[in-house]
Each structure stands twice: as structure tokens, then as C-alpha cells.
């Protein structure tokens, strides 16, 4: 006889497995609005500004590749930078190779922030 009573149990409780199903799924789409906020949409915004910022390069600005080789932009194309790492010495390196501006050693601490995030 037991049987038929676990054979029943299903049926009475399907409705409330159903909410309890969809309550189960709250807390992981509560970690994952969380990681939104506090990785992706930071990281995206970071990307966009760096974006900019190489788009806005010009001839005689001090930069750092992303191999760390420091020099002056010397000319430009749409994917190609010539940079002067040395006098007369000069490289081409991709527009995606460029890491950031030359940090400048006396400005304020919230610029050089400013400059490390773009």
C-alpha cells in the first residue's frame, strides 16, 4: 500500500515544486546581476575609454606599449604607429600594441589613476 501513497505524493505537490523551482534560481541570478555590476560593466566601461583614447592619438605623444617599449609617436595610420624609442631609431607597432600614455612622474595622484585605466 505503500506504493500507491508515494505514487500520489507528486501530483498534490506539483504546483508548489514549481514555485519552489523558480525560487531556487533567485540567489544565482542574484550572483550574477552582482558580477555585472562589480566585473563586466567596469571592464566594459574601461575598454570603451581605452578605445577612445587610441583614437584620439596624434604625432609627438609619449606612449607605452603593451610589451613596455616607451617612445614618442612619430606617425600614424588607421592600425600602424611609428614610434622614436631612440634617436633616429624607430619601430612600427600595431594601434592595438599601445598600452597607455608615459606615466608623468610629478602629476597628481588621481590623474596617474586616470592615465593607468585608459
Do not use: C
Not at 29 to 50: G, S
Amino acid at each position: 500500500m505503500t506504493g500507491v501513497a508515494y505514487a500520489a505524493a507528486p501530483a498534490a505537490g506539483a504546483g508548489a515544486g514549481a514555485a519552489g523551482g523558480i525560487a531556487s534560481f533567485i540567489p544565482i541570478i542574484l550572483i550574477f546581476v552582482v558580477f555585472y555590476f562589480l566585473l563586466i560593466r567596469p571592464q566594459q566601461k574601461q575598454v570603451k575609454e581605452h578605445q577612445k583614447y587610441l583614437s584620439e592619438l596624434k604625432s609627438g605623444t609619449k606612449v607605452v606599449t603593451k610589451g613596455g617599449i616607451h617612445g614618442t609617436i612619430t606617425g600614424l595610420t588607421d592600425t600602424v604607429i611609428t614610434l622614436e624609442i631612440a634617436q633616429d631609431v624607430r619601430i612600427k607597432v600595431s594601434r592595438d600594441a599601445i598600452a597607455g600614455p608615459v606615466a608623468v612622474p610629478g602629476a597628481d595622484t588621481k590623474d596617474q589613476k586616470k592615465i593607468k585605466a585608459g
